[in-house]
């Protein structure tokens, strides 16, 4: 039977049907080899006891796994809602467009061979795109391991890790770049007592993303929260948007991003771009979605309990945890985590202390509330409890428990899962190796964690959170790198209209026989100008201390000589000439447009050794002031601006002010990148001044 279905564009409602609740699906290519990737669909599916009509597609055979085989798409009696294609690449290039064509919904794609394969992977991704153009049809992938519903019994995936029963079923949904990974969180979190409602591999993303399938599912009443792992950060705006919209329902994400190390910077023309990279801008892009980030795969998996129960901070402030414990040592392996995150384990008050003396629980004045082997009885403990997560100095309360925890886990555990509804959030981490007791905290929906490093890693993350920041105007495409370097006057004249202080300037000739009147006195700074040397100190472009009008010309001949044997393409006409401008410190305020996640703005430690300090804070553009204040505290060389041990203030405001100005650069496309290195800091109510900037345009701006 030949059919051809005209497609309306999916709404959020049918696209989840069609990827996770299809009353029908077809797996293109499926093997007779239920030990080959090829084949494992198909058994998976009977063996979850999928009830939706199931047609294997096969032209070579008319069995497959014991089940009548398909000889092609347009043999089919009806057009799937889904289907599965496991052929090889080529083939399933073509699968797609017959999918598309026939009015399938929904194709998911496992083969590789696309962007990854260069010139001829890219242009199979653009038969792809294409395809979904004309006809309407969703993709899922390429290089997908598939999509998993265990509530519908959807599981059209070739992860091997599936090939299983006794499925964990909860409320999470799991997306993941990685095929690979669907299946490690789901028999992870099996261990951990952690349920799913499903799981996705996006694969490369040629149509859905991983933020689009998400949102797909907001509205399911069985999902409570989402757990994503992340190797990039293409489709940023989508992810955003379903970031937001989740943070609206009151459904928390928790991530764990690749790309810690140092290999992942991304170097541009400006400093701002080799100090701010890759996983710095994916940091502070999850942040400004409200998207827990975790650096331990343990705190992605038993994150979300707690991420549940720990309101969104308006601002980031205090992070204080009271720790309770049966085992000082045991409990010190989580404390050193949590500081060096930056959470501070708060010790009990004199009035807390005294509320638990009238309770009988005696502890010494200590960081910890240590109750010793007494904490292993429950009303010992359970007193302890009622206490603390009462108690105002406290944002979250954690119990640490030791060996009873292993030797006597109802005992030891039942105060806490009696606890789990106080006014502070509770959780717990267990230093023996306590499966029941772990056990009975999951079932009980109590947050707990059985390494310190994920306990402290989630704490922290959890304490960190904000609501998601207002979605931007433009997105970062529109304003794309690749565009002329202004010379620094015209740089200039871009902070002249942002309202930014800057140094007075005279460009002067270079072949000029003698020096005219300056405006100002001397000593004077001598500049190379020109906008095809970005960085001016590499290329022996920069005379300092130029004592007066003799020097001034020697000066000038100088940088010509110079410039010109260190760069011999540019073309040097000009140089500029400003006076010695000094101040209490030298900061670098950058900005520039990230190709996936849009406009970022900077403050570091300035001068020309400011990328092996690496001393900085950053943050998605626009920023407001309070934005501003917090990023200058994160710098540790700026703290002797703020009058460090009697030393004269900074004027830190006028700084603020300055980063403020910048960053309302998001509103203008026409620029790439905006670099001011350094920014003189005076005295407080002396200002700032720009000494340098750098300005790079858009591409075709």
């Not at 798409?73 to 064509?101: F, S």
């Not at 304003?479 to 010379?487: H, Y």
């Amino acid at each position: 039977m030949i059919w051809t279905v005209a497609l309306p564009e999916l709404t959020n409602s049918n696209l989840r049907d069609a990827l996770f609740a299809p009353r029908s699906v077809a797996i293109i290519g499926q093997s007779d080899d239920a030990a080959k990737a090829a084949g494992r669909p198909l058994k998976f599916l009977r063996r979850i006891g999928y009830a939706g009509r199931v047609y294997p597609i096969n032209s070579r055979r008319e069995t497959v796994l014991g089940e009548r085989a398909w000889p092609a798409l347009a043999a089919l009696p009806e057009p799937p809602d889904h289907a599965y294609i496991v052929t090889q690449t080529e083939a399933a290039v073509a699968a797609v467009e017959e999918c598309g064509a026939l009015g399938v919904k929904v194709a998911t794609v496992l083969a590789d061979g696309f962007a990854e394969a260069g010139v001829e992977g890219i242009a199979r991704e653009t038969r792809l795109r294409e395809t979904c153009a004309r006809t309407g049809i969703r993709i899922v992938g390429p290089s997908s391991l598939g999509v998993v519903d265990l509530r519908t019994r959807v599981m059209l995936t070739a992860n091997a890790a599936f090939d299983e029963t006794d499925f964990p079923l909860g409320r999470v949904f799991a997306a993941s770049h990685s095929g690979s990974m669907i299946g490690a969180l789901m028999s992870r979190g099996k261990a951990r007592g952690t349920g799913f409602a499903g799981f996705v591999s996006v694969g490369n993303e040629v149509d859905l993303s991983l933020g689009e399938i998400c949102a797909a599912t907001l509205d399911d009443p069985d999902i409570d929260g989402y757990m994503l792992f992340l190797e990039t950060m293409r489709h940023a705006d989508t992810l955003r948007r379903f970031a937001h919209s989740a943070a609206e329902r009151g459904k928390p994400i928790i991530a764990y991003k690749l790309g810690r190390s140092a290999t992942a910077r991304e170097l541009a023309v400006s400093h701002t771009g080799a100090l701010a990279g890759e996983d710095d801008v994916a940091d502070q892009f999850l942040k400004s979605c409200g998207i827990a980030r975790v650096d331990t795969l343990e705190g992605l998996i038993e994150g979300l309990p707690l991420l549940s129960r720990v309101p969104v901070a308006a601002r980031s402030g205090r992070k204080r945890v009271g720790v309770v414990t049966t085992t000082a040592g045991g409990a010190t392996m989580v404390v050193d985590p949590l500081a060096s995150r930056g959470v501070t384990i708060e010790p009990a008050s004199a009035d807390t202390l005294a509320r638990l003396a009238a309770a009988g629980v005696e502890v010494k004045p200590a960081r910890l509330v240590d109750l010793t082997i007494a904490g292993a009885r429950y009303q010992t403990m359970k007193a302890a409890l009622d206490i603390l997560t009462t108690a105002p100095e406290f944002d979250l309360v954690l119990a640490a428990i030791g060996s009873s925890a292993r030797s006597q886990p109802e005992t030891t555990v039942r105060p806490i899962i009696d606890s789990a509804g106080a006014a502070r959030p509770l959780a717990a981490f267990l230093v023996p190796d306590a499966p029941q007791a772990l056990a009975m905290l999951s079932r009980a929906g109590v947050p707990n964690f059985r390494t310190p490093e994920a306990c402290a890693d989630v704490i922290a993350a959890a304490l960190s959170r904000q609501p998601p920041r207002p979605l931007p105007a433009r997105t970062a495409a529109s304003a794309a790198s690749g565009g002329p370097i202004l010379d620094e006057l015209a740089a200039g004249a871009l902070l002249d209209r942002l309202g930014i202080a800057r140094a007075p300037s005279v460009a002067l000739e270079v072949g000029i026989a003698r020096t005219p009147p300056l405006p100002f006195a001397y000593p004077v700074a001598v500049k190379v100008l020109c906008a095809e040397i970005a960085h001016k100190t590499d290329v022996g472009g920069v005379a300092l201390g130029v004592a007066d009008g003799d020097a001034l010309l020697m000066a000038i001949r100088k940088i010509a000589a110079t410039v010109a044997e260190r760069s011999p393409g540019a073309r040097v006409a000009r140089v500029l000439v400003q006076p010695m401008v000094s101040g209490l410190g030298e900061v670098l305020l950058g900005y520039r447009v990230d190709r996936d996640v849009g406009a970022l703005i900077m403050v570091a430690a300035g001068g020309v050794l400011t990328e092996i300090a690496r001393d900085r804070s950053l943050r998605l553009a626009p920023i407001d002031l309070a934005t501003a204040h917090e990023m200058i505290a994160e710098v540790r060389s700026l703290i002797a601006l703020a009058g460090y041990r009697g030393r004269p203030a900074g004027d830190l405001d006028a700084l603020a002010h300055a980063m403020v100005a910048l960053s309302r650069l998001a509103d203008d496309a026409s620029i790439a990148e905006a670099e001011i290195n350094p920014l003189i800091v005076r005295e407080a109510g002396e200002g700032v001044i720009a000494v340098d900037a750098l300005v790079k345009l858009a591409r075709n701006a």
